[in-house]
């Protein structure tokens, strides 16, 4: 069974930076490109950046969102199975919540999100 736990959300002030963890099982990690969405109150859920897997593409190439391109780095672990989400220069329109999930051919049953919450 597919587990997306995310963590390491909260509450930032503009500036600020936060990482995000994504620990997964129940797939193999190291042949799936991962993502990172978000989700703001009212909006649909947003693709953010993506990194892709070490068979159909340069190992670990990444993509970004043009709103947070230059702020955000998406990383992974393939020994931890993990994928991470390094956020800075966080603005109040960051606000949201946070899900990772596989990027093709389509994301698993979504995980429960962490919350990220940019506010003075």
């Not at 597919?2 to 930076?17: C, D, Y």
């Not at 993509?63 to 992974?76: E, L």
Request: positive net charge; charged residues 15%.
């Amino acid at each position: 069974q597919v587990q997306l736990v995310e963590s390491g959300g909260g509450l930032v002030q503009p500036g600020g930076s936060l990482r995000l963890s994504c620990a997964t099982s129940g797939f193999t990690f190291s042949n799936s490109a991962m993502s990172w969405y978000r989700q703001a109150p009212g909006k649909e859920r947003e693709l953010v950046a993506t990194i892709t897997n070490i068979v159909t593409n340069i190992a670990g190439s990444t993509n970004y969102a043009d709103s947070v391109k230059g702020r955000f780095t998406i990383s992974r672990d393939n020994r931890k199975n993990m994928v991470y989400l390094q956020m800075n220069s966080l603005k109040p329109e960051d606000t949201a919540v946070y899900y990772c999930n596989r990027r093709w051919p389509q994301p698993y049953s979504w995980g429960q999100g962490t919350q990220v919450t940019v506010s003075s």
